[in-house]
């Protein structure tokens, strides 16, 4: 693939959205390399999360950092990218996009507060404890009418989720090189 065609995508939402799952299916579907953002969290940032203690902006900027340093690590080496992050407020997105030196799409995975608290309840082994989803909720800047940004229904199965943020994706791309 050519470095100028290479493309970034972020998977956005808060906890229990289902982003690896949607993210690491659309990678798939892509035939792009897939990044957890969650394993560049540093060990004091999961340790909080464990404890039920939200983190603040000072503890997720490095955290962008390096997720926004894989993104333009994968264009510059001239693969398309699909990564997972939080992405939860309008500055963390614009830090990412800066980040990853170029364009960036997100797809915001977007599910009414019940259906999180399920899926976040029916999760075994993740470090983060479904008494942050209200916090997360309450941080979440919504990214609907930003610029590259598609918003999926979560309340669908993976395969359809990923149809739709594809199907999205598809369309914004399109627009753009129309406007070429």
């Known amino acids: 693939m050519e470095k100028r065609s290479a493309k970034a995508v972020v998977v ?3 906890s229990g959205a289902g982003k690896t799952s949607i993210a690491a299916n ?3 579907r892509l035939g792009w390399i897939f990044v957890e ?6 060990q004091a940032n999961i340790d909080k999360m464990a404890h039920g203690v939200p983190l603040t902006d000072d503890d997720r900027w ?3 950092d390096a997720i926004g340093g894989e993104l333009a690590a994968a264009k ?3 693969e398309s990218i699909v990564a997972t992050c939080s992405s939860l407020k309008r500055s963390y997105r614009e830090r990412l996009r800066t980040a990853s030196q170029g364009p960036l799409y997100f797809v915001f995975l977007d ?3 019940a259906l999180l608290s399920v899926r976040m309840g029916e999760r075994k082994g993740h470090f983060m404890p479904a008494s942050l989803l209200h916090s997360q909720l309450a941080t979440l800047e919504s990214p609907q009418g930003e610029e590259g940004v598609v918003t999926v229904d979560i309340d669908a199965s993976i395969d359809l989720i990923v149809d739709s943020a594809l199907t999205g994706l598809e369309n914004l791309w399109r627009a753009e090189e ?3």
């Open 178 to 180: 129309n406007r070429l």
């Open 37 to 42: 953002g969650d394993r560049l969290h540093p």
């Open 12 to 14: 956005m939402g808060v």
């Open 62 to 64: 490095p955290w962008l």
């Open 76 to 78: 510059a080496r001239g």
């Open 26 to 28: 659309l990678a798939k």
């Open 111 to 113: 599910g009414s507060e």
